[in-house]
């Protein structure tokens, strides 16, 4: 996980990471809580390794956008494009 806006650290909670297999693609899902009564837009995108730890996708996804209301919460999840992909990462950052 890489919080691209370090104030983002004090306004929100990432809980569980999970991925799991879905027709031999890795899909990952994390769970964030917003720690703040006020509206938060935010900007997300994956990153997807192989077992070397290399990047695998051939394409960058796009930037996917949540809002957040006051202590709200949900998960971020995105599918690699790539078979090859076993790790991931993900890049949180403002929208504001």
């Known amino acids: 996980m890489v919080l691209a806006d ?4 004090s306004s929100l909670e ?3 990471a999970e991925s799991l297999s879905v027709n031999d693609h890795l899909k990952a899902m994390v ?3 917003s720690k703040v ?3 938060q837009t935010l ?7 192989n ?19 006051g202590f709200d919460s949900t998960t ?5 494009v790539s078979p090859d992909a076993v790790n991931y990462r993900v890049v949180v950052k403002s929208q504001n």
């Open 6 to 9: 370090h104030g983002l650290a």
């Open 14 to 16: 990432f809980g569980s």
């Open 31 to 33: 769970s964030v809580t």
């Open 37 to 39: 009564a006020s509206t």
């Open 43 to 49: 900007e997300y995108r994956f990153y997807w390794y």
């Open 51 to 69: 077992a070397q730890g290399l990047e695998v996708n051939v394409r960058k996804e796009p930037w996917r956008h949540v809002t957040l209301t």
């Open 76 to 80: 971020l999840e995105a599918m690699s």
